[in-house]
Protein backbone atom coordinates (compact mmCIF):
# COMPACT_ATOMS: atom_id res chain seq x y z
CA UNK A 1 0.00 0.00 0.00
CA UNK A 2 1.88 3.41 -0.99
CA UNK A 3 -0.87 5.76 0.93
CA UNK A 4 0.29 6.31 4.54
CA UNK A 5 -2.22 4.11 6.44
CA UNK A 6 -3.97 6.05 9.29
CA UNK A 7 -6.35 4.27 11.10
CA UNK A 8 -8.81 5.33 14.45
CA UNK A 9 -9.89 4.22 18.03
CA UNK A 10 -12.73 5.85 18.49
CA UNK A 11 -14.39 4.44 21.97
CA UNK A 12 -17.28 6.37 23.90
CA UNK A 13 -16.18 6.90 27.20
CA UNK A 14 -19.34 6.14 28.84
CA UNK A 15 -17.78 2.86 30.57
CA UNK A 16 -14.52 0.97 31.84
CA UNK A 17 -12.62 -0.65 28.36
CA UNK A 18 -14.56 -3.30 27.29
CA UNK A 19 -12.69 -6.62 25.73
CA UNK A 20 -15.14 -5.97 22.53
CA UNK A 21 -13.58 -2.61 22.64
CA UNK A 22 -9.94 -3.55 23.35
CA UNK A 23 -10.19 -6.12 20.53
CA UNK A 24 -11.53 -3.53 18.03
CA UNK A 25 -7.78 -1.22 19.12
CA UNK A 26 -5.95 -4.01 19.46
CA UNK A 27 -6.95 -4.88 15.87
CA UNK A 28 -6.08 -1.35 14.58
CA UNK A 29 -2.82 -1.00 16.61
CA UNK A 30 -1.72 -4.24 14.90
CA UNK A 31 -3.17 -2.36 11.27
CA UNK A 32 -1.05 0.84 11.83
CA UNK A 33 2.04 -0.94 13.50
CA UNK A 34 1.77 -3.25 10.78
CA UNK A 35 1.99 -1.02 7.91
CA UNK A 36 4.24 1.47 9.63
CA UNK A 37 1.07 3.85 9.78
CA UNK A 38 -0.48 5.82 12.46
CA UNK A 39 -3.25 4.57 15.26
CA UNK A 40 -5.52 7.90 16.49
CA UNK A 41 -7.18 7.74 19.77
CA UNK A 42 -10.46 9.82 19.04
CA UNK A 43 -13.01 10.23 22.10
CA UNK A 44 -16.54 10.37 20.79
CA UNK A 45 -17.69 11.87 23.85
CA UNK A 46 -20.69 13.80 22.16
CA UNK A 47 -23.32 12.08 24.85
CA UNK A 48 -22.67 14.38 27.39
CA UNK A 49 -25.28 12.94 29.52
CA UNK A 50 -23.27 9.35 29.59
CA UNK A 51 -19.40 10.94 28.82
CA UNK A 52 -17.33 11.42 31.99
CA UNK A 53 -13.62 12.78 32.53
CA UNK A 54 -13.11 9.28 34.73
CA UNK A 55 -14.22 7.28 31.59
CA UNK A 56 -11.77 8.83 29.32
CA UNK A 57 -8.93 8.31 31.65
CA UNK A 58 -9.72 4.57 32.96
CA UNK A 59 -10.11 4.09 28.88
CA UNK A 60 -6.11 5.65 28.06
CA UNK A 61 -4.90 4.44 31.51
CA UNK A 62 -6.18 0.95 30.16
CA UNK A 63 -4.56 1.09 26.62
CA UNK A 64 -1.28 2.14 28.35
CA UNK A 65 -1.54 -0.97 30.24
CA UNK A 66 -1.79 -3.20 27.15
CA UNK A 67 0.82 -1.53 25.54
CA UNK A 68 -1.36 0.05 22.85
CA UNK A 69 0.60 3.47 22.21
CA UNK A 70 -1.69 6.09 19.92
CA UNK A 71 0.50 8.00 17.90
CA UNK A 72 -2.17 11.18 17.99
CA UNK A 73 -5.00 11.58 20.14
CA UNK A 74 -5.74 13.98 23.30
CA UNK A 75 -3.44 14.93 25.65
CA UNK A 76 -0.63 13.58 22.92
CA UNK A 77 -1.97 15.99 20.04
CA UNK A 78 -1.32 15.70 16.77
CA UNK A 79 -1.71 17.98 13.38
CA UNK A 80 -5.40 17.08 13.20
CA UNK A 81 -6.51 17.52 16.43
CA UNK A 82 -8.19 18.09 18.54
CA UNK A 83 -9.24 14.49 19.09
CA UNK A 84 -12.29 14.98 21.54
CA UNK A 85 -15.30 15.37 19.76
CA UNK A 86 -16.92 17.87 21.74
CA UNK A 87 -13.93 20.18 21.23
CA UNK A 88 -14.41 19.94 17.18
CA UNK A 89 -18.35 21.15 17.16
CA UNK A 90 -17.33 23.78 14.58
CA UNK A 91 -16.02 21.68 11.97
CA UNK A 92 -19.25 19.55 12.09
CA UNK A 93 -20.90 22.88 11.62
CA UNK A 94 -19.43 24.17 9.02
CA UNK A 95 -19.78 20.83 7.44
CA UNK A 96 -23.44 20.94 8.06
CA UNK A 97 -24.03 24.47 6.32
CA UNK A 98 -22.24 23.12 3.18
CA UNK A 99 -24.38 20.55 3.03
CA UNK A 100 -27.09 23.02 3.50
CA UNK A 101 -25.78 25.53 1.06
CA UNK A 102 -25.68 22.68 -1.48
CA UNK A 103 -29.04 21.67 -0.69
CA UNK A 104 -27.74 18.09 0.01
CA UNK A 105 -29.30 18.64 3.65
CA UNK A 106 -32.59 20.88 4.66
CA UNK A 107 -33.74 22.08 7.85
CA UNK A 108 -36.57 19.78 9.51
CA UNK A 109 -38.90 21.33 11.82
CA UNK A 110 -41.25 18.54 12.71
CA UNK A 111 -41.94 17.78 16.67
CA UNK A 112 -40.48 15.40 18.27
CA UNK A 113 -44.27 14.25 18.94
CA UNK A 114 -45.07 14.39 15.58
CA UNK A 115 -42.06 12.00 14.43
CA UNK A 116 -42.72 9.63 17.30
CA UNK A 117 -46.34 9.01 16.33
CA UNK A 118 -45.33 8.22 12.59
CA UNK A 119 -42.73 6.23 14.13
CA UNK A 120 -45.78 4.19 16.43
CA UNK A 121 -47.87 4.49 13.21
CA UNK A 122 -45.33 2.81 10.83
CA UNK A 123 -44.88 -0.08 13.60
CA UNK A 124 -48.48 -1.00 14.08
CA UNK A 125 -49.37 -0.50 10.10
CA UNK A 126 -46.04 -2.70 9.36
CA UNK A 127 -44.80 -0.04 6.93
CA UNK A 128 -40.73 0.78 7.22
CA UNK A 129 -40.63 3.52 9.79
CA UNK A 130 -38.72 6.38 9.02
CA UNK A 131 -39.03 9.90 8.18
CA UNK A 132 -41.91 10.94 5.86
CA UNK A 133 -40.02 13.63 4.11
CA UNK A 134 -42.26 16.40 5.48
CA UNK A 135 -39.60 19.18 5.43
CA UNK A 136 -38.05 17.85 2.38
CA UNK A 137 -39.07 20.41 0.07
CA UNK A 138 -40.08 24.03 2.24
CA UNK A 139 -39.96 27.05 0.40
CA UNK A 140 -37.83 29.95 2.29
CA UNK A 141 -41.35 31.41 3.16
CA UNK A 142 -42.27 28.33 4.81
CA UNK A 143 -39.34 28.23 7.00
CA UNK A 144 -39.31 31.27 7.57
CA UNK A 145 -42.89 31.30 8.79
CA UNK A 146 -42.27 28.24 10.96
CA UNK A 147 -39.26 30.02 12.63
CA UNK A 148 -41.44 32.44 13.14
CA UNK A 149 -43.61 30.56 15.42
CA UNK A 150 -40.26 29.64 17.46
CA UNK A 151 -39.57 25.90 15.76
CA UNK A 152 -36.67 24.40 16.52
CA UNK A 153 -35.06 22.96 13.46
CA UNK A 154 -32.47 19.87 12.85
CA UNK A 155 -30.83 19.60 10.07
CA UNK A 156 -31.62 16.09 7.58
CA UNK A 157 -29.24 14.59 4.72
CA UNK A 158 -31.23 14.17 1.37
CA UNK A 159 -31.02 10.88 0.99
CA UNK A 160 -29.97 10.35 -2.79
CA UNK A 161 -31.32 7.37 -4.72
CA UNK A 162 -28.94 4.93 -5.07
CA UNK A 163 -27.44 1.54 -4.62
CA UNK A 164 -24.96 1.95 -2.44
CA UNK A 165 -22.07 -0.92 -2.37
CA UNK A 166 -19.53 -1.86 0.69
CA UNK A 167 -16.58 -3.74 -0.28
CA UNK A 168 -15.88 -4.77 3.04
CA UNK A 169 -12.40 -6.40 3.57
CA UNK A 170 -13.49 -8.47 5.47
CA UNK A 171 -17.71 -8.89 5.15
CA UNK A 172 -17.19 -9.06 1.69
CA UNK A 173 -19.33 -7.36 -1.13
CA UNK A 174 -22.41 -5.75 0.94
CA UNK A 175 -25.20 -3.99 -1.50
CA UNK A 176 -27.73 -2.05 0.41
CA UNK A 177 -30.54 0.42 -1.10
CA UNK A 178 -30.78 4.32 -0.50
CA UNK A 179 -34.56 3.63 -0.54
CA UNK A 180 -34.84 1.82 2.45
CA UNK A 181 -33.02 4.72 4.16
CA UNK A 182 -35.06 7.70 4.84
CA UNK A 183 -33.71 11.30 5.05
CA UNK A 184 -31.89 10.97 8.49
CA UNK A 185 -30.72 13.86 10.92
CA UNK A 186 -27.07 14.82 10.90
CA UNK A 187 -27.89 17.88 13.45
CA UNK A 188 -30.24 17.87 16.31
CA UNK A 189 -32.14 20.78 17.16
CA UNK A 190 -29.60 21.81 20.02
CA UNK A 191 -26.98 21.92 17.30
CA UNK A 192 -25.23 18.91 18.34
CA UNK A 193 -23.68 16.58 15.85
CA UNK A 194 -24.94 13.03 15.35
CA UNK A 195 -23.26 10.06 15.31
CA UNK A 196 -23.31 9.19 11.72
CA UNK A 197 -22.11 12.52 10.93
CA UNK A 198 -19.65 13.41 13.54
CA UNK A 199 -17.55 10.32 12.28
CA UNK A 200 -17.89 10.77 8.98
CA UNK A 201 -16.61 14.45 8.84
CA UNK A 202 -13.40 13.29 11.81
CA UNK A 203 -12.95 10.43 10.00
CA UNK A 204 -12.01 12.95 6.55
CA UNK A 205 -10.41 15.54 8.48
CA UNK A 206 -8.50 12.91 10.17
CA UNK A 207 -7.66 11.44 6.68
CA UNK A 208 -8.22 8.31 8.14
CA UNK A 209 -7.74 5.28 5.39
CA UNK A 210 -8.86 2.34 7.17
CA UNK A 211 -12.13 1.69 9.23
CA UNK A 212 -11.67 -1.18 11.16
CA UNK A 213 -14.65 -1.78 14.12
CA UNK A 214 -17.11 -4.24 15.11
CA UNK A 215 -19.58 -5.38 12.54
CA UNK A 216 -22.87 -3.81 14.82
CA UNK A 217 -21.72 -0.47 13.03
CA UNK A 218 -22.50 -2.78 9.42
CA UNK A 219 -25.74 -1.02 9.18
CA UNK A 220 -24.41 2.13 9.86
CA UNK A 221 -21.93 1.83 6.86
CA UNK A 222 -24.28 2.87 3.98
CA UNK A 223 -25.33 6.18 5.63
CA UNK A 224 -21.74 6.99 6.37
CA UNK A 225 -21.03 6.35 2.61
CA UNK A 226 -23.65 8.50 1.21
CA UNK A 227 -21.95 11.18 3.67
CA UNK A 228 -18.49 11.05 2.27
CA UNK A 229 -20.32 11.28 -1.14
CA UNK A 230 -21.70 14.40 -0.40
CA UNK A 231 -19.09 15.61 1.12
CA UNK A 232 -16.78 14.86 -1.79
CA UNK A 233 -14.26 12.70 0.15
CA UNK A 234 -12.00 9.65 -0.32
CA UNK A 235 -14.51 7.28 1.08
CA UNK A 236 -12.05 4.80 3.31
CA UNK A 237 -11.50 1.42 3.50
CA UNK A 238 -13.57 -0.59 5.97
CA UNK A 239 -12.89 -3.42 8.02
CA UNK A 240 -16.00 -4.64 10.08
CA UNK A 241 -14.77 -7.41 12.65
CA UNK A 242 -17.13 -9.83 14.19
CA UNK A 243 -18.74 -9.37 17.35
CA UNK A 244 -17.56 -11.39 20.63
CA UNK A 245 -19.58 -13.93 21.69
CA UNK A 246 -19.69 -16.08 25.21
CA UNK A 247 -20.06 -19.63 24.73
CA UNK A 248 -23.47 -19.78 24.56
CA UNK A 249 -23.58 -17.84 21.31
CA UNK A 250 -24.81 -15.02 23.56
CA UNK A 251 -22.87 -11.30 23.32
CA UNK A 252 -20.41 -11.03 25.41
CA UNK A 253 -22.03 -9.58 28.83
CA UNK A 254 -20.94 -9.10 32.62
CA UNK A 255 -23.15 -12.49 33.13
CA UNK A 256 -20.23 -14.54 31.22
CA UNK A 257 -17.81 -13.22 34.07
CA UNK A 258 -14.80 -10.23 33.53
CA UNK A 259 -15.52 -8.34 30.33
CA UNK A 260 -13.71 -4.78 31.38
CA UNK A 261 -9.87 -5.09 30.57
CA UNK A 262 -9.18 -3.34 34.26
CA UNK A 263 -10.96 -6.47 35.48
CA UNK A 264 -8.85 -8.62 33.66
CA UNK A 265 -5.75 -6.47 35.02
CA UNK A 266 -6.89 -6.98 38.15
CA UNK A 267 -7.63 -10.76 38.20
CA UNK A 268 -3.70 -11.10 37.27
CA UNK A 269 -3.96 -11.80 34.23
CA UNK A 270 -0.72 -10.14 31.30
CA UNK A 271 -1.44 -7.92 28.92
CA UNK A 272 0.89 -9.86 26.54
CA UNK A 273 -1.57 -13.15 27.48
CA UNK A 274 -4.64 -10.54 26.58
CA UNK A 275 -3.16 -9.27 23.47
CA UNK A 276 -2.49 -12.69 21.85
CA UNK A 277 -5.79 -13.70 23.11
CA UNK A 278 -7.58 -10.73 21.77
CA UNK A 279 -5.80 -11.03 18.04
CA UNK A 280 -6.99 -14.46 17.59
CA UNK A 281 -10.44 -13.68 18.67
CA UNK A 282 -10.90 -13.46 14.74
CA UNK A 283 -7.49 -13.61 12.80
CA UNK A 284 -5.21 -16.62 13.16
CA UNK A 285 -2.02 -17.01 11.94
CA UNK A 286 -1.41 -18.71 8.85
CA UNK A 287 1.15 -21.02 10.85
CA UNK A 288 -1.27 -22.63 12.82
CA UNK A 289 0.66 -21.37 16.16
CA UNK A 290 -1.33 -20.01 19.08
CA UNK A 291 0.91 -18.31 21.15
CA UNK A 292 2.14 -14.81 19.08
CA UNK A 293 4.71 -12.56 20.51
CA UNK A 294 3.40 -8.60 20.02
CA UNK A 295 5.91 -8.35 17.24
CA UNK A 296 5.03 -11.82 15.68
CA UNK A 297 1.60 -10.04 15.49
CA UNK A 298 2.23 -7.24 14.13
CA UNK A 299 4.08 -8.73 11.59
CA UNK A 300 1.62 -11.26 10.64
CA UNK A 301 -1.08 -9.03 10.51
CA UNK A 302 -3.57 -9.62 7.48
CA UNK A 303 -7.17 -8.50 6.45
CA UNK A 304 -7.36 -11.59 4.45
CA UNK A 305 -6.66 -13.53 7.66
CA UNK A 306 -9.64 -12.01 9.73
CA UNK A 307 -12.66 -14.63 10.15
CA UNK A 308 -16.50 -13.42 9.14
CA UNK A 309 -17.62 -16.16 12.13
CA UNK A 310 -18.34 -14.66 15.18
CA UNK A 311 -15.31 -14.70 17.77
CA UNK A 312 -16.31 -17.16 20.73
CA UNK A 313 -14.53 -15.47 24.07
CA UNK A 314 -12.93 -19.01 25.32
CA UNK A 315 -12.02 -18.16 28.91
CA UNK A 316 -10.41 -21.82 29.54
CA UNK A 317 -7.90 -21.13 26.47
CA UNK A 318 -7.49 -17.44 28.06
CA UNK A 319 -6.58 -19.22 31.27
CA UNK A 320 -4.04 -21.75 29.43
CA UNK A 321 -2.77 -18.91 27.11
CA UNK A 322 -1.98 -16.37 30.44
CA UNK A 323 -0.61 -19.64 32.00
CA UNK A 324 1.92 -19.86 29.48
CA UNK A 325 3.00 -16.14 29.36
CA UNK A 326 3.25 -16.39 33.21
CA UNK A 327 5.50 -19.40 32.99
CA UNK A 328 7.71 -17.89 30.40
CA UNK A 329 8.70 -14.95 32.83
CA UNK A 330 12.44 -14.86 34.21
CA UNK A 331 12.33 -15.35 38.14
CA UNK A 332 12.27 -11.33 39.05
CA UNK A 333 9.24 -10.79 36.41
CA UNK A 334 7.49 -13.55 38.52
CA UNK A 335 8.07 -11.93 41.69
CA UNK A 336 7.08 -8.66 40.32
CA UNK A 337 3.84 -9.82 39.07
CA UNK A 338 3.01 -12.17 41.90
CA UNK A 339 3.82 -10.78 44.87
CA UNK A 340 1.18 -7.90 44.82
CA UNK A 341 -0.99 -10.37 45.12
CA UNK A 342 0.51 -12.51 47.62
CA UNK A 343 0.73 -9.06 49.74
CA UNK A 344 -3.00 -8.79 49.71
CA UNK A 345 -3.82 -12.17 51.06
CA UNK A 346 -1.27 -10.80 53.47
CA UNK A 347 1.68 -13.39 52.78
CA UNK A 348 4.43 -11.06 53.47
CA UNK A 349 8.13 -12.95 52.93
CA UNK A 350 10.85 -10.20 53.55
CA UNK A 351 13.43 -12.90 52.58
CA UNK A 352 13.70 -12.38 48.88
CA UNK A 353 15.45 -15.27 47.65
CA UNK A 354 12.72 -17.44 49.60
CA UNK A 355 10.11 -15.32 47.95
CA UNK A 356 11.61 -15.69 44.60
CA UNK A 357 11.83 -19.68 45.35
CA UNK A 358 8.27 -19.98 46.80
CA UNK A 359 6.75 -18.08 43.67
CA UNK A 360 8.46 -20.53 41.22
CA UNK A 361 7.67 -23.63 43.08
CA UNK A 362 3.89 -22.87 42.13
CA UNK A 363 4.52 -21.45 38.83
CA UNK A 364 3.62 -24.22 37.34
CA UNK A 365 0.33 -24.71 39.09
CA UNK A 366 -1.10 -21.06 38.39
CA UNK A 367 -2.94 -19.22 35.51
CA UNK A 368 -2.86 -16.20 36.28
CA UNK A 369 -1.05 -14.22 38.89
CA UNK A 370 -4.21 -13.90 41.55
CA UNK A 371 -3.52 -18.00 41.57
CA UNK A 372 -0.70 -18.24 43.15
CA UNK A 373 -1.82 -16.78 46.88
CA UNK A 374 -4.08 -20.05 46.69
CA UNK A 375 -0.69 -22.06 46.16
CA UNK A 376 1.80 -20.51 47.90
CA UNK A 377 -0.38 -20.40 50.98
CA UNK A 378 1.34 -23.64 52.80
CA UNK A 379 4.67 -21.27 52.98
CA UNK A 380 2.51 -18.54 55.49
CA UNK A 381 0.28 -20.94 57.50
CA UNK A 382 0.54 -22.01 60.61
CA UNK A 383 -1.11 -25.06 60.28
CA UNK A 384 -2.28 -27.18 57.17
CA UNK A 385 -6.10 -27.60 56.99
CA UNK A 386 -6.56 -30.97 55.75
CA UNK A 387 -9.85 -31.09 55.29
CA UNK A 388 -10.86 -33.29 52.42
CA UNK A 389 -12.66 -36.67 53.39
CA UNK A 390 -9.96 -38.55 51.39
CA UNK A 391 -7.40 -36.61 52.33
CA UNK A 392 -8.18 -37.39 56.05
CA UNK A 393 -8.48 -41.08 55.18
CA UNK A 394 -5.49 -41.16 53.62
CA UNK A 395 -3.31 -39.88 56.60
CA UNK A 396 -4.72 -41.80 58.86
CA UNK A 397 -3.56 -45.12 57.07
CA UNK A 398 -1.39 -47.51 58.79
CA UNK A 399 0.85 -47.29 55.31
CA UNK A 400 0.54 -43.47 55.44
CA UNK A 401 1.47 -44.01 59.08
CA UNK A 402 4.13 -46.20 58.89
CA UNK A 403 5.19 -43.31 55.42
CA UNK A 404 5.37 -40.95 58.42
CA UNK A 405 7.16 -42.72 61.05
CA UNK A 406 9.88 -43.51 58.78
CA UNK A 407 10.29 -39.85 57.25
CA UNK A 408 10.73 -38.74 60.53
CA UNK A 409 13.53 -40.31 61.41
CA UNK A 410 15.27 -39.83 58.30
CA UNK A 411 15.05 -36.36 59.26
CA UNK A 412 15.98 -36.64 62.59
CA UNK A 413 19.12 -38.18 61.32
CA UNK A 414 19.36 -35.75 58.99
CA UNK A 415 19.75 -32.67 61.38
CA UNK A 416 22.15 -34.71 63.90
CA UNK A 417 24.46 -35.04 60.97
CA UNK A 418 23.85 -38.91 60.62
CA UNK A 419 22.70 -39.05 56.94
CA UNK A 420 24.88 -40.86 54.50
CA UNK A 421 24.96 -38.05 51.63
CA UNK A 422 25.84 -35.28 53.35
CA UNK A 423 26.81 -33.61 56.68
CA UNK A 424 24.49 -30.69 56.02
CA UNK A 425 21.76 -29.59 57.84
CA UNK A 426 19.68 -28.57 54.92
CA UNK A 427 16.86 -30.82 52.53
CA UNK A 428 17.99 -30.40 49.08
CA UNK A 429 15.71 -31.73 46.67
CA UNK A 430 18.30 -34.57 45.49
CA UNK A 431 18.42 -35.59 49.42
CA UNK A 432 14.52 -35.55 50.22
CA UNK A 433 14.44 -37.64 46.97
CA UNK A 434 17.06 -40.21 48.06
CA UNK A 435 15.57 -40.52 51.63
CA UNK A 436 12.08 -41.55 49.99
CA UNK A 437 13.72 -43.97 48.04
CA UNK A 438 15.30 -45.32 51.62
CA UNK A 439 11.83 -45.30 53.03
CA UNK A 440 10.36 -47.30 49.96
CA UNK A 441 13.07 -49.83 50.65
CA UNK A 442 12.83 -50.22 53.55
CA UNK A 443 9.05 -50.31 53.76
CA UNK A 444 8.60 -51.91 49.84
CA UNK A 445 5.42 -48.98 50.06
CA UNK A 446 6.15 -47.15 46.82
CA UNK A 447 4.42 -44.81 43.58
CA UNK A 448 1.28 -43.03 44.62
CA UNK A 449 1.26 -44.93 48.23
CA UNK A 450 4.62 -43.02 49.53
CA UNK A 451 4.42 -39.92 48.05
CA UNK A 452 0.49 -38.66 48.48
CA UNK A 453 0.60 -38.99 52.16
CA UNK A 454 3.46 -37.02 52.01
CA UNK A 455 2.17 -34.50 49.32
CA UNK A 456 -1.37 -34.42 51.80
CA UNK A 457 0.52 -33.53 54.68
CA UNK A 458 2.74 -30.82 53.18
CA UNK A 459 -0.01 -28.97 51.59
CA UNK A 460 -3.41 -30.47 52.72
CA UNK A 461 -4.47 -31.34 49.26
CA UNK A 462 -3.58 -34.36 46.80
CA UNK A 463 -2.55 -31.82 43.63
CA UNK A 464 -0.13 -28.89 43.48
CA UNK A 465 3.52 -28.03 43.06
CA UNK A 466 6.36 -30.31 43.09
CA UNK A 467 6.88 -32.15 46.32
CA UNK A 468 10.60 -32.13 46.29
CA UNK A 469 10.69 -28.17 45.63
CA UNK A 470 8.43 -27.08 48.10
CA UNK A 471 9.86 -29.31 50.96
CA UNK A 472 13.63 -27.70 50.19
CA UNK A 473 11.66 -24.20 50.67
CA UNK A 474 9.98 -25.14 53.62
CA UNK A 475 13.39 -26.68 55.37
CA UNK A 476 13.51 -29.90 58.00
CA UNK A 477 12.57 -28.01 60.99
CA UNK A 478 8.87 -26.95 59.53
CA UNK A 479 8.49 -30.52 57.34
CA UNK A 480 9.23 -32.60 61.03
CA UNK A 481 6.86 -30.22 62.65
CA UNK A 482 3.87 -31.01 59.69
CA UNK A 483 4.59 -35.10 59.63
CA UNK A 484 4.42 -35.36 63.80
CA UNK A 485 0.59 -33.41 62.91
CA UNK A 486 -0.36 -35.93 61.21
CA UNK A 487 1.13 -38.77 62.99
CA UNK A 488 -1.48 -41.13 64.85
CA UNK A 489 0.16 -40.86 68.90
CA UNK A 490 -0.42 -44.49 70.44
CA UNK A 491 -2.58 -44.13 73.48
N1 LIG B 1 -17.86 5.55 19.19
C1 LIG B 1 -18.22 4.42 18.38
C2 LIG B 1 -18.30 3.20 19.26
O1 LIG B 1 -17.77 3.19 20.34
C3 LIG B 1 -17.19 4.22 17.32
C4 LIG B 1 -17.78 3.82 16.07
C5 LIG B 1 -16.80 3.79 14.91
O2 LIG B 1 -15.72 3.22 15.10
O3 LIG B 1 -17.14 4.33 13.89
O4 LIG B 1 -18.94 2.24 18.89
Known amino acids: M ?47 ERSTAESEKSIMEQLQWLGLDWD ?13 QSERLKLYNENADTLLAENKAYYCFCAKEELQEQKERAIREKTTPGYNGKC ?47 DFVIQREDGSATYNFAVVVDDLSMNITHVIRGNDHVSNTPKQILLYKALRGKIPKFAHIPMITGEDGARLSKRHGHTSVAEFKDAGYMPEALINFMSLLSWSSESGDEILSVDRLIKEFDFSRISRSPAVFDRTKLNWLNGKYIRSLDDKELVDGAKPFLEKADMIENDSKRLERIISSVKDNVETFSDFPKYASIFFVDKIDISGEKERELIKSASSQKVYAKLLNQLSDLLNGKNPLTDKKILTIDIFQAIMKKIQEETGIKGKDLWMPVRVAMTGQMHGPELPKILEILGVDRCKLLINAVTVKEK
Not at 3 to 28: C, D, Q, W, Y
Not at 73 to 82: E, I, L, S, T
Not at 163 to 170: A, G, K, T
Open 2 to 48: SEKIRVRFAPSPTGMLHVGNARTAVMNWLCARHYGGDFILRIEDTDT
Open 72 to 84: EGPVKGGKYGPYR
Open 136 to 182: RNLTEEEKDKLRGQGNAAAVRFRVPEEIIVLNDLVQGEIRFESAVIS
